[in-house]
């Protein structure tokens, strides 16, 4: 008996499905690989190597970090664009890729295209921060050395969520003329600060923090609703003036296109397991990280806000790819 065409590519699909649903049913099966698209020591490479580490124990293979830096974290995320979608190549990532939707027009990838959004790690606000020796002791002393003294300042990379808090504050707020610093991941641009070259820098939490702690760092002011009880002395941004900077770095897991929902599933699941534990949640509180997990709708839904949001900001402060 002769098939139809249509009867032979029905059962084609049919059999591509099963074979999906099979092969998403054993992963892993292989080390996974954690693409981080910025350098080491900033907020998405601890994230990356905290969640790897407990990935490892949870689904019972290794998970190597991948460092591809550049290009405000461009570079890697257009790698991992290119990945095959069977899910041992995942995008570790900062709220860097919802500014760079409006700020890179040619980023070599689409973000709501090319991925799936699989959950949202963790999130923690954004420091300015100076080097000590700085004659500034909070942010009133700051803003009158900087009307009189041409600065610029240091941020983990163009397009990055610390970039464009510190283009609001200093050049649309307080209407500066400071020149911003990319530099290709937190690391660096942290090292930078506490080198004095320059001696300002914006920042999440966690890379700055261990030279705040050494009296290397000052911090004039913190992007959170509240003040963060890592640092209870430093004000808001909004206690010193800026009420409406409210800004957030967080980190979170795509993979991309085409790969097996229940893949994305099982990643989203880990993720939350990983969140629950107790020795994941102490690191993360050490670190000034907030935990945050939930569905992959709900992250998908943030990630369109995050990037709506961006665009407004990216519009309002001119900021132009570095």
């Known amino acids: 008996m002769r098939r139809s065409p249509s009867s032979i590519v029905i059962a084609g699909i049919l059999a591509f ?30 994230i990356g190597r905290i969640v790897g580490q407990k990935f490892t124990e949870l689904l019972g293979e290794q998970v190597v970090v991948d460092n591809r830096a550049g290009a405000g974290g461009n570079i890697g995320t257009a790698v991992a664009a290119k990945s095959p979608p069977d899910g041992y190549t995942v995008l570790v990532t900062s709220s860097a890729v919802a500014v760079n939707a409006s700020l890179f027009p040619n980023a070599g990838y689409d973000l709501e295209r090319d991925f799936i ?42 397009g990055t ?18 020149t911003p610093i990319h530099f290709r991941g937190a ?13 300002v820098g914006c920042m999440a939490i966690s890379g700055p923090l261990p030279y705040i702690k050494a009296g290397k760092l000052r911090v004039l002011g913190v992007s959170s609703a509240k003040r963060v009880p890592m640092l209870p002395d430093v004000p808001t941004l909004a206690e010193v003036g800026f009420p409406s900077l409210q800004d957030y770095t967080w980190v979170g897991l795509f993979l991309p296109a085409g790969s097996a929902p229940a893949v994305a599933h099982k990643l989203n699941e880990a993720v ?14 050490q670190l000034a990280f907030e935990p945050v997990g939930g569905s992959q709708q709900q992250f998908a839904t943030y990630v369109k806000a995050e990037i709506v949001k961006w665009a407004k900001v990216v519009q309002a402060t001119g900021a132009k790819p570095d």
């Open 117 to 158: 959004p699989v959950a949202v790690v963790a999130t923690q606000p954004n420091l300015i921060v100076v080097n000590a020796s700085l004659p500034a002791k909070n942010m009133a002393e700051f803003l009158r050395l900087a009307k009189t003294s041409k600065l610029a300042f240091a941020s983990p990379g163009s």
């Open 272 to 285: 939350n397991r990983a969140l629950e534990s107790p020795d994941i949640r102490e690191r993360l509180d």
């Open 161 to 178: 969520t610390p970039h464009l808090t510190a283009e609001m504050l200093f050049n649309v707020l307080a209407k500066l003329d400071m």
């Open 17 to 46: 499905g099963c074979a999906s649903a099979a092969c998403a049913q054993a992963w892993p099966t292989k080390p996974i690989h954690f693409l981080v698209p910025f350098a080491p020591g900033g907020p998405t490479d601890i």
């Open 187 to 199: 690391g660096p641009a942290v090292t930078a600060v506490v080198a004095g070259e320059p001696p």
